[in-house]
T-cell receptor
């Protein structure tokens, strides 16, 4: 079982739609969580950190469920510019920190 | 600030050739990383460094070597390239192990 798993998609949605991504992690020693965005043929960039209480940044909402070991990303009112791959990232502490990247979920937003 | 830069952006090698990828960061970060990214797979850590003069193996270190002679630079070497090393290589840096990682633009390497 992979340490971090994501639905690879692709998710094809029309502009204005709401779309949700989930990511599950297997190691209960996971300490911190992030969502990164990666555009085609570009480097990953931090979208937002994920806090235990949940957090929101404009149209984006991230939530963490430690009991079920998953994190989620909700995008409201999708824009064409949201088309990208979204990577789930987990930091695991096992004496030292180890960062695990999910394989990513591809999103296509259509006009 | 330039952030994290990588050179070269593209390279084609023949099997058995060697090359060095250079990563530089101007954020005074202690931690630096080399990843490879292949289709359908997440980023996989090759080697990393927790400070000047230190290096450590990641998940897929075989066939690669690294050096961190200066805090701002992290070099990745391929001594004898193989077709299996065809990939996109990303360098990243962070202030600490638990912090956000900032990535360079990547190097697309093809080994024929």
């Amino acid at each position: 079982r992979k340490e971090v798993e994501q639905d690879p998609g692709p998710f094809n949605v029309p502009e204005g739609a709401t779309v949700a991504f989930n990511c599950t992690y297997s190691n209960s020693a996971s300490q911190s969580f992030f969502w990164y965005r990666q555009d085609c043929r570009k480097e990953p960039k931090l979208l937002m950190s994920v806090y235990s209480s949940g957090n929101e940044d404009g149209r984006f909402t991230a939530q963490l469920n430690r009991a079920s070991q998953y994190i989620s990303l909700l995008i409201r009112d999708s824009k064409l510019s949201d088309s990208a791959t979204y990577l789930c990232v987990v930091n695991i502490y096992t004496g030292g920190f180890k960062t695990i990247f999910g394989a990513g979920t591809r999103l296509f937003v259509k006009a | 600030n330039a952030g994290v830069t990588q050179t070269p952006k593209f390279r084609v090698l023949k099997t058995g050739q060697s090359m060095t990828l250079l990563c530089a960061q101007d954020m005074n970060h202690e931690y630096m990383y080399w990843y490879r990214q292949d289709p359908g797979m997440g980023l996989r850590l090759i080697h990393y460094s927790v400070g000047e003069g230190t290096t450590a193996k990641g998940e897929v270190p075989d066939g690669y070597n690294v050096s961190r002679l200066k805090k701002q630079n992290f070099l990745l070497g391929l001594e004898s390239a193989a077709p299996s090393q065809t990939s996109v290589y990303f360098c990243a840096s962070s202030y600490s192990a638990a912090d956000t990682q900032y990535f360079g633009p990547g190097t697309r390497l093809t080994v024929l």
